[in-house]
């Protein structure tokens, strides 16, 4: 999807701090989220899945792991964004 592409978004929910969460769709109804995750560029982001179809973004993020890309061109993948921020938070400093 080029960066001046139009897009679509489906708006589920708030998080804690009042921002939108939304599903973005291309102009050809391609879901933007279903392929960053298929692509191992992002994280299927369990806290807000059950606003959207919860089987295909984790069927997507399975399938990154299986063939290895993006993050998962590691043995295990990279840590979570939501552990790290958790790790971190209580950790002194």
Known sequence: M?????VTLKAQTKDR???TVAEVF?????????SL????HA???RQYMNQ?????YMNREKLAKRYHVG???????????????????????
């Open 71 to 93: 993050v998962w061109r590691f043995d295990d993948g990279i840590e979570h964004p939501w552990e790290w921020r958790a790790t971190n938070r209580a950790a002194p400093h």
């Open 17 to 19: 701090n009042g921002r």
């Open 43 to 45: 994280f299927a982001y």
């Open 26 to 34: 291309a102009q050809d109804g391609t879901n933007a989220g279903l």
């Open 2 to 6: 080029p960066v001046d592409s139009t």
């Open 37 to 40: 995750v298929q692509q191992g």
């Open 52 to 56: 959207c179809e919860e089987w295909a």
